[in-house]
């Protein structure tokens, strides 16, 4: 018990003020790395501050005094049992982040490419088995119209659609991506069942347009219209399908035995890793839907067309399958 | 790591010292929100009107650039300064609220990331009515984004000193003689019956007479079977003053 609480305080205010200090310099630059002296008056200074907090138990009346150093003694906490490595920025290690944390995660991908490929396989056969559908599946009045009258239009077009517009469809584009894109992860906090209906929808959409296309014999069109934003907007979306089931994963932890909160923290870093991966290719699809996909014969040759998002999704794979490789 | 209870959350350090966070409740967050969001709004309009006033780019250039920028603040505004404010935006700030790990250690880039890119869920379906419902169900008052990247959002401790100059003026005070009593006195006062005396003290004057004498007797009592001071350091003092001696006693270090 403390007798003389002046005299106490007066005692050890030289101690917290020098911890305040060190714990300061530690947070403004967390980079910094201390010496071992100063590692251990640190953690003499966090020792002493915490016997000061446990002292003060038996004054109950002093809020002030006990909320200030139960502050410093949080602050010394974090800085002593941190275990995690600050964040440094080096664009190298942020590059490489993306397709390793891409690897950890293939079975997440997989299931993700699963869903919307069944996605796909029912709009396609629900297209093929009931035309009708069609009003009801697509999400523009564009494609609602039937395909030979939009290729026509397309291939004959004088001018062009998109004169004054394609920076702000551009952005557009990229905006609504990826806000799907993150959706698709966030739905992941709803045991994943979100993320599934969301994936299985857009492939609703995408077989759904498939069948239409290839149905009335446009498939070249269908490809060189899609394959060079595609080639990339899909994958993205497809990754913001595995982030959102790896999340569910951590959410819901089948079969182990680490707590949930250790769960959710050792996917963090990778979930970033990925949809900040996700993020930069739909900037990227973004610019090709508005600037070349638009644009078909005699504009654009298909094959050019064709030959461009083949290459883009050949590149892309190898980023993913290759990049970072130790 | 342990839950006090709903409204703190505590953290045993392995040297076996207990500090706590008061949690955050919904109310204080939606206001933070609501000062964040017309934060961003006003960024937004402003950027904008520089834009157009600039007259640098094309209408489309300047209808996409809209867009972006839009898009850009509404994201990056959360993520930016809690990094750089070590949890907080401008909404929080002023109302004294922080992020924090939920175990205490160093908030990282990626929870924060996290926790902000999930708004989009916890928005559901309009006015964060999913976030909401789950920080009022939830053990530590979290929504989903802050369960997913383990953190709480936790109200800034700033306890206000009583005035007591204008409840124990500064008189001459008998307990003070016998400072070992005093300081016995006060590491047995809880800070729950000293903030009901501070209370009885400050709205003496508008209790009935026959209630105001019952209050401080029965709070006198209270003290007194803390602590026995001699008859002489009690003579001649009523109740009422011996209350206002005590708290006193308490508050001045």
């Known amino acids: 018990m403390i007798i003389d609480l002046p005299r106490f305080v007066a005692a050890e205010r030289v101690y917290w003020d020098e911890l305040a200090l060190l714990l300061a310099r530690l947070e403004t630059s967390p980079e910094a790395r201390l010496s071992l002296p100063e590692i251990q008056r640190l953690h003499y200074l966090y020792e002493r501050s915490s016997a000061d907090l446990a002292r003060l138990d038996t004054f109950s009346t002093e809020p002030n005094l006990r909320a200030y150093l139960e502050s410093l003694v949080a602050r010394a906490y974090t800085e002593i049992h941190e275990t995690r490595a600050p964040v440094k920025l080096r664009w190298k290690s942020v590059v490489l982040a993306f397709p390793r944390a891409f690897r950890r995660h293939q079975a997440a991908f997989r299931l993700s490419l699963g869903v919307t490929l069944l996605g796909c396989a029912f709009g396609w056969f629900a297209l093929r088995m009931d035309p009708h559908v069609k009003s009801v599946l697509m999400p523009f009045a564009g494609l609602n119209s039937s395909p030979a009258e939009r290729v026509a239009k397309e291939e004959s077009a004088k001018t062009d659609k998109l004169r004054g517009e394609k920076a702000s469809f551009s952005a557009e584009l990229m905006t609504h991506n990826i806000h799907v894109t993150v959706l698709t992860l966030a739905l992941g906090m709803t045991w994943g069942v979100g993320t599934l209906i969301l994936l299985f929808y857009n492939g609703v959409i995408l077989g759904a347009v498939a069948a239409d296309y290839i149905g009335a014999g446009f498939g070249t069109f269908l490809t060189a219209w899609l394959l060079p934003h595609g080639s990339i907007e899909i994958p993205a979306i497809l990754l913001g399908g595995q982030a959102g089931f790896i999340l569910a994963g951590a959410l819901i932890g089948w079969g182990g035995r680490t707590p949930r909160t250790e769960r959710l923290r050792a996917v963090g870093p990778d979930l970033f890793a990925i949809i900040a991966g996700a993020g930069v290719l739909l900037v990227w699809a973004g610019i090709v839907e508005a600037f070349v996909s638009q644009y078909h014969q005699p504009v654009l040759p298909y094959s050019l067309k064709i030959a461009f998002g083949a290459c883009e999704l050949a590149a892309l794979t190898a980023f993913l399958a290759w990049a970072g490789r130790e | ?253």
């Open chain 2, 1 to 253: 790591m342990k839950t006090a209870r709903q409204s703190r959350l505590s953290i045993e350090t392995p040297e076996g010292v207990v500090f706590s966070f008061e949690l955050a409740m919904p109310v204080s967050r939606a206001l933070a929100w609501a000062i964040d969001a017309a934060a961003i709004l006003t960024a937004c309009s402003v950027v904008g009107q520089v834009c157009a006033a600039a007259n640098l780019f094309s209408r489309d250039v300047a209808a996409a650039v809209t867009t972006l920028l839009y898009f850009v603040i509404s994201v990056v505004y959360g993520i930016l300064l809690e990094w750089r404010w070590r949890g907080q935006t401008i909404g929080k700030r002023i109302l004294g609220l922080r992020v924090l790990d939920i175990h205490g250690m160093r908030l990282q880039l990626s929870q924060i990331v996290l926790r902000n890119l999930l708004r989009l869920v916890d928005a559901l379906p309009a006015l964060y009515l999913v976030g909401g419902i789950a920080c009022l169900f939830s053990r530590n008052a979290q929504r989903l984004g802050d369960l997913a990247a383990n953190t709480i959002v936790a109200r800034e401790r700033k306890p206000q000193e009583p005035d007591l100059d204008e409840i124990a003026p500064a008189k001459y005070n008998s307990l003070l003689a016998y400072p070992h009593l005093a300081a016995r006195l006060r590491s047995l006062v809880t800070p729950e019956a000293a903030a009901i005396a501070i209370q009885a003290v400050t709205l003496r004057d508008g209790y009935d007479p026959i209630a105001r004498v019952e209050l401080f007797a029965e709070l006198a009592a209270h003290f007194r079977s803390l602590v026995e001071f001699p008859e002489q350091a009690l003579e001649g003092v009523t109740d009422e003053q011996y209350v206002r001696s005590v708290l006193r006693v308490i508050y001045t270090p």
